[in-house]
């Protein structure tokens, strides 16, 4: 079946202790990217990737790193998280055609 | 850059009656594509309907069709004969043709009524 797998998909934690949510495809999608959903303000795009090793900032991009050595793989870095990141976290995926994006089934993040 | 518009925070409708969602968008890219997501209270994005800037003619999908106005640059979803399970937060969103960035707008959130 054609997904976007994330993990966790709840995760508790406390300020400053690094934490990294994970995101997988399996379409073989070059484009992946990055969301956080608060409310009132919908999604905005954290960071996204175009292909392997090829990454850019979205409109949110401070506190969090990412990085794509795989295809396939496209890991959100918290490395001192804060409260103010206590969000709703989306990763998404697209084959870059007029649409066609896949969105994983998201992480809810506390930062106590 | 672009901006999303999504002016009705929250709407209610009588269960089998139509409602409208309104979507404004702002772009200066000539060629783009819209995009509507539904959102259950479970929490994940559930693709609705697609709509591109240069269709002659206004997508439906079942009960999904979407009102396309470019000279208004206004997208706005309608459902037809409205049933419980559409109760949800709806997001329009849109990405240009020549990028892959998806900008969202603040959603409403429908409520249908028994």
């Known amino acids: 079946e054609a997904q976007v797998t994330q993990n966790p998909r709840y995760l508790i934690t406390v300020t400053g202790k690094k934490l990294t949510v994970t995101c997988s495809q399996n379409m073989n999608h070059e484009y992946m990217s990055w969301y956080r959903q608060d409310p009132g303000l919908g999604l905005r795009q954290i960071y996204y990737s175009m292909n392997v090793e090829v990454t850019d900032k979205g409109d949110v991009p401070e506190g969090y790193k990412v990085s794509r050595k795989e295809k396939r793989n496209f890991p959100l870095i918290l490395e001192s998280p804060s409260p103010n990141q206590t969000s709703l976290y989306f990763c998404a995926s697209s084959s870059g055609s007029l649409y066609g994006y896949t969105f994983g089934s998201g992480t809810r993040l506390t930062v106590v | 850059a672009q901006k999303i518009t999504q002016t009705q925070p929250g709407m209610f409708v009588q269960e089998k009656e139509a409602v409208t969602l309104d979507c404004t968008y702002d772009t200066s890219d000539p060629s783009y594509g819209l995009f509507w997501y539904k959102q259950p209270s479970s929490g994940e994005m559930i693709f609705l309907i697609y709509?591109?800037?240069?269709?002659?003619q206004n997508a439906t999908e079942g009960r999904y069709s979407l009102n396309f106005q470019k000279a208004r640059k206004s997208a706005n979803l309608v459902i037809s004969a409205s049933q419980l399970g559409d109760s949800a937060m709806y997001f329009c969103?849109?990405?240009?043709?020549?990028?892959?960035?998806?900008?969202f707008g603040g959603g409403t959130r429908l409520m249908v009524k028994p």
């Open positions: 969103a849109m990405r240009p043709n020549a990028g892959n960035m998806l900008t």
């Open positions: 709509q591109g800037s240069y269709d002659q």
